[in-house]
Each structure stands twice: as structure tokens, then as C-alpha cells.
């Protein structure tokens, strides 16, 4: 850049000014220009309390060495930074796509180690880091130089603001003095060469020599002009420099200013959206706590109004199971499958159902609980016992209890209404030679089952009436009528029976 310029750019929660200046060799300017241009825009920043988190001075690894302009160059750049700033200093060493990789690498590491390039400055804080022209290496610069939560003042500051001193009796602009003394002895030099080529020319009336001295002479006069108009434009102080470049620095100010405005517009902006975000996503899950506790409360009233309907059930089931046992008597000394049934010799399990289901029709009013009945002359007198037994009670086959199992599930459909009466003997799979087969083996079981109900009956009759014999002894020799009146009481009494014990 042959300007100043200044690139703004969002960082985090940060906005980042990048202040580009010119480099000094300029081809159309001098270097007072460029360093008093460079000067300006520094000591009017720190004037307006504008303090710098770093500087980076970039350097191309493709020359193969240090010439004598970049040398010049970067002790200019030390002497405007100055030993106190120089931990705030970054290297940045690029045009990498243009070096052989081993090549960079060695030129890099020259740069660091030799104490007249980059080592003193190293060595004193500075970071060289490596820009491969992408924005991830620039922005690891950006990143260090932000982590460091530092603000730098430059030594050219302090001379030119805090001490008041000329451009000329700066670090800086002392060592640029030398540069241009330098520049006026070689310029003269060569001026006087070129005057005496001149003379040399006339003498022997050589035309072609004459014009290409008298080139030179103006050429190197033309040099030397600019080197003593270099140094005398060093010769400036803060006051002058803000009179000449006040215009320029209120440009370059006004564009950071605008961005900062632009940035707090854009921060400001975000803001309100963010604000608008939460409020919806508060919202939103006010509306999913209202919908997830209106989901919880049908749940519940289901579950409640299931709890009762089951409660309702359950009460009805048992007063009509407690009827049925009044209508069919004592269990205790009920018939066997095939007794029930006698009348229905040679029938099939299906017919035996489909009789039981016509007697019901006709005996008395058609209720849901009546297929229950019939299931429990279909597979045997103690069917609604075995209906609420657990499967780990009774050691049944692995068909029987499968067959267990489906009867529970037509009960529970027969309850439930998702049957009706006509359908029980196809939902229990009858009819087919192998079903009646398969059901027959089940009864057979079950009224093994019952054959082992009737063992433990007995046992139970044979301990209860030695235990009342032996009541009766007991109270033989205190009264015979309380013999006779204990002896009838215990012929008179019946043992409970379980539902089923194995």
C-alpha cells in the first residue's frame, strides 16, 4: 500500500482495527514521506488515548538473503517501536508458496538466530510466527496478539508527544538521517563522476558520451536533491505534522470510527435478536410445560378413571363368581369332568361348549360374565381358580400352560367386551380333531390336578380329627357333656379350602 489504510473486522465479542502503512523503498515516494506519514498517524492515534495491542512486521522468505534496503528497513522499525515494546512486536515471515519448503525453513530459522536480523529482537519478547497467506495463520497472529491483553506505547510516541521533541531528534528519525547522509555522499559522488564524463566528452567531442554524461548528471543531481530535501523534511515537529496531515488522519479516523458505530449497530442488533430468541425459546417451553402437564393430568384422570373401572370390575366379577359357587354348591364335592358332562357321551369338547352355552341361554338372563361360566365346565369345575393362579404355582406342561394362558386372555377379552359369547369357542381354538385332542390332555391334568386337591383334602380331614379326638380326651375327663358337646361341634365344622395347593 502506498497509503495508510485501516480494515475493521468482528472478533469474538471484540472488533479488530488492522492499520495497514507503506513499506519505506517506496518507487514514487521518498522515505521522510513514507516515515513521517507513518509518525503522524501514530503520535495523533496516541494523542486520542488510541493505544496499540501489537505490531507486525511482515517479511518475505523468498529473498534468499538480507539486502541492504530490508536491513535499513527493519532497524527503522526498531527505532520506532524501542526496546520497551518490542514483547508486543510480531514477525511474520510470508510468500511461502514461493520457497521451496526446507529452503523456508532454513531462511526462518537465519532470521531468528542471527542477533543484526531477528535474534536481539527475539530475544528481547518478540514471536515470529509463519503467514501462509491464508486467513488461518492470520488470524493465529490476530489470536496471539489479543491473548496478550496488552496495550503498547511506541518509543516514537513518547518522543513526539510525551517529550516534544522534532521528527529529526528521534530514534527514528536520526537513524533515517544516516540513511539519507549516506545516500548525499554516494549521490555526490557519482554527481561528480558524472560531471567529469562530461568534461572527458567535450574535450573530444565525442556527442554520444556528452548525452549520456550530462543523463547521469541530472539524474544523480536529481537524487541528491531529494536526499537533502529528505533530510530537511525531517526537520518537522508534531504542531506542523498535524497541520499538514490533519486532513488525512480525520479520513483515516472517521472510517475507524464509522466501523466501531457500525459495529455497535451490528452488536446492538444481534442483541435484540438474541432477546427475541429467548423470548421465543421461553415461550416455546412455557408452551411444552403447559402441554407436558395437560398430557400429565389426562394421564392421570386415566389412570384414575382405569384404576376404578378396574376396582368396579374386579367387585363385580367377584360378586358374580361368589353367586355362581352359591348356585353350583360346595365345590369340595363336585363331580369330575366327564360326570358333569355324562349326558354328552361321545361329544366333542366344542358340542360340550356349545350345549353348556344353550343351557345358560335358556336357564336365565344373558350376562357378560356367562361365557366365564362356560369356560369353566369347558376345561373343568376349578377353570376360574386356575384363571388367577401364577404360572410358577402349579408344575403344568408347557402345553397345558399355554393353554392356561390363552384361556386368561378370552377371560380377559369376554370382560373387556372385545368378544362376545358366540366367539368363545373359536378364540379357545376348538373344534378341529387336534384342538379337541390337545384340550383333552389339558382337562386330563387339570383333573389330575384335582386327584392331588383331593389327597391333601383328606390329609387335612384325617389331622383335623385327630386333633378333635384328641380335644375330646381332654375334656372326657372333666365333663361328658362337654365331650359330647365338643365332638358334635367338630363333626359339624368344614375346613376352608385354598385355591390350590401343591
Not at 492470520?138 to 508527544?161: F, G, P, S
Not at 567531442?205 to 548525452?211: P, Q, S
Not at 362337654?482 to 385354598?498: D, F, K, L, M, N
Amino acid at each position: 500500500t502506498s497509503e495508510i489504510e485501516s480494515f475493521s473486522f468482528k472478533y469474538n465479542d471484540s472488533t479488530v482495527h488492522l492499520i495497514d502503512t507503506p513499506g519505506f523503498d517506496d518507487t514514487y515516494r521518498t522515505d521522510s514521506d513514507v516515515l513521517k506519514d507513518i509518525v503522524f498517524w501514530l503520535n495523533a492515534a496516541y494523542q486520542r488515548q488510541i493505544r496499540l495491542s501489537g505490531i507486525v512486521y511482515l517479511h518475505p522468505i523468498d529473498k534468499n538473503r538480507m539486502t541492504g534496503s530490508a536491513y535499513k528497513n527493519l532497524r527503522m522499525f526498531q527505532k520506532l517501536c524501542g526496546d520497551a515494546s518490542l514483547q508486543s512486536v510480531v514477525l511474520a515471515t510470508t510468500m511461502w508458496k514461493h520457497v521451496d519448503e526446507a529452503d523456508g525453513i532454513k531462511r526462518q530459522e537465519q532470521l531468528k538466530n542471527q542477533p543484526d536480523f531477528w535474534g536481539d529482537m527475539v530475544n528481547q519478547g518478540s514471536r515470529v510466527f509463519r503467514h501462509d497467506d491464508f486467513r488461518a495463520s492470520a488470524m493465529n497472529i490476530v489470536t496471539y496478539i489479543l491473548d496478550q491483553r496488552k496495550r503498547t506505547v511506541l518509543q516514537i510516541q513518547r518522543q513526539m508527544v510525551d517529550e516534544g521533541k522534532s521528527l529529526d531528534e528521534t530514534s527514528a528519525g536520526q537513524e533515517l538521517e544516516r540513511e539519507l547522509l549516506k545516500q548525499r555522499k554516494a549521490f555526490e559522488r557519482r554527481l561528480q563522476e558524472a560531471q567529469d564524463e562530461m568534461r572527458q566528452a567535450i574535450e573530444e567531442g565525442n556527442r554520444k558520451a556528452i548525452e549520456d554524461a550530462a543523463a547521469q548528471q541530472e539524474r544523480f543531481q536529481n537524487k541528491l536533491n531529494e536526499a537533502i530535501k529528505g533530510s530537511d523534511d525531517l526537520r518537522v515537529s508534531m504542531e506542523q505534522l498535524l497541520q499538514k496531515k490533519d486532513a488525512e488522519f480525520k479520513r483515516v479516523l472517521e472510517n475507524v470510527e464509522l466501523e466501531k458505530t457500525r459495529s455497535k449497530e451490528e452488536a446492538k442488533l444481534v442483541s435484540q435478536q438474541m432477546q427475541e430468541l429467548d423470548l421465543k425459546v421461553k415461550a416455546s417451553q412455557a408452551e411444552t410445560e403447559d402441554e407436558r402437564r395437560r398430557h400429565q393430568k389426562e394421564m392421570d384422570d386415566m389412570s384414575i378413571r382405569l384404576t376404578r373401572e378396574n376396582a368396579e370390575n374386579q367387585v363385580s366379577f367377584q360378586e358374580w363368581l361368589n353367586a355362581e359357587k352359591a348356585r353350583l354348591g360346595d365345590q369340595s364335592d363336585r363331580p369330575s369332568f366327564r360326570e358333569a358332562f355324562e349326558g354328552q357321551t361321545g361329544a366333542s369338547i366344542g358340542q360340550v361348549a356349545g350345549a353348556a352355552v344353550a343351557t345358560a341361554k335358556k336357564s336365565r338372563a344373558w350376562s357378560p360374565y356367562t361365557s366365564i361360566l362356560i369356560l369353566a365346565l369347558l376345561v373343568g369345575s376349578n377353570a376360574i381358580q386356575l384363571i388367577g393362579i401364577r404360572n410358577d404355582t402349579l408344575a403344568f406342561s408347557r402345553k397345558t400352560e399355554a393353554k392356561l394362558s390363552l384361556l386368561r386372555e378370552v377371560v380377559q377379552k369376554v370382560k373387556q367386551g372385545q368378544i362376545d359369547d358366540a366367539e368363545v369357542k373359536r378364540a379357545l381354538g376348538t373344534g378341529g380333531v387336534e384342538a379337541e385332542r390337545e384340550w383333552e390332555e389339558v382337562v386330563k391334568e387339570i383333573e389330575e390336578t384335582d386327584v392331588l386337591w383331593e389327597a391333601e383334602k383328606r390329609k387335612r380331614e384325617t389331622k383335623a380329627r385327630k386333633t378333635a379326638e384328641r380335644t375330646a380326651r381332654e375334656r372326657e375327663s372333666a365333663s361328658p357333656v362337654a365331650e359330647a358337646e365338643g365332638g358334635a361341634s367338630t363333626a359339624g365344622g368344614r375346613e376352608g379350602r385354598p385355591k390350590f395347593l401343591m
